[in-house]
T-cell receptor, first 111, second 108 residues
Framework: AAGVIQSPRHLIKEKRETATLKCYPI?????VYWYQQGPGQDPQFLIS???????DKGSIPDRFSAQQFSDYHSELNMSSLELGDSALYFC??????????FGPGTRLTVL | KNEVEQSPQNLTAQEGEFITINCSYS?????LHWLQQHPGGGIVSLFM???GKKKHGRLIATINIQEKHSSLHITASHPRDSAVYIC??????????FGKGTRLSVIA
């Protein structure tokens, strides 16, 4: 069965650079969630979209923005990267508020 | 105090042992997830439940909404079960609030 796809899987950036992470949900899923997991930390919710509209907002920094496109894929845009942004970024998708299915994550390293 | 508390934080078991991981939460929830994360790896959803009990293979999850408590059981544990198990809850309109996880090591 198709799963959630994230790209890239690994990304290395310098401080103050920008990064774009992509998430492709399971087909027919209409809701996408973004989570950030720092080293040794539990995941923290960043933001979610339902039917291409932002539905919930968590601890997403103002330097980050995200959107969901007409094909339901989502992109997380991160600007002015800081060392503390180094983390594993997970995307999850669901059909409405039913069970979330997680992608493999993008590991971002900021040098 | 965290909204979601898990115990134990770390657990070492011998292969074949029956394992129980507990999760208590302090907020009203609509559903609870049990997730599995291997070292450096992605997150896999094991169960989502809002009442009663679910079983999948050697894994069993139960929830008691009145007591705000859920348990994840692993029967006949195997070294490949070694991972971090995370309890996460849907609270109101907020997407998942995560527990700190339980690190399980199963030794052959």
């Amino acid at each position: 069965a198709a799963g959630v796809i994230q790209s890239p899987r690994h990304l290395i950036k310098e401080k103050r650079e920008t990064a774009t992470l992509k998430c492709y949900p399971i087909p027919r899923h209409d809701t996408v969630y973004w989570y950030q997991q720092g080293p040794g930390q539990d995941p923290q919710f960043l933001i979610s979209f339902y039917e291409k509209m932002q539905s919930d907002k968590g601890s997403i920094p103002d330097r980050f923005s995200a959107q969901q496109f007409s094909d339901y894929h989502s992109e997380l845009n991160m600007s002015s990267l800081e060392l503390g942004d180094s983390a594993l970024y997970f995307c999850a998708s669901s059909l409405g508020r039913y069970e979330q299915f997680f992608g493999p994550g993008t590991r971002l390293t900021v040098l | 105090k965290n909204e979601v508390e898990q115990s134990p934080q770390n657990l070492t078991a011998q292969e074949g042992e029956f394992i129980t991981i507990n999760c208590s939460y302090s907020v009203g929830i609509s559903a609870l997830h049990w997730l599995q994360q291997h070292p450096g790896g992605g997150i896999v959803s094991l169960f989502m439940l809002s009442s009663g009990k679910k079983k999948h293979g050697r894994l069993i999850a139960t929830i008691n909404i009145q007591e705000k408590h859920s348990s994840l059981h692993i029967t006949a544990s195997h070294p490949r079960d070694s991972a971090v198990y995370i309890c996460a809850v849907y609270s109101g309109n907020t997407p998942l609030v995560f527990g700190k996880g339980t690190r399980l090591s199963v030794i052959a």
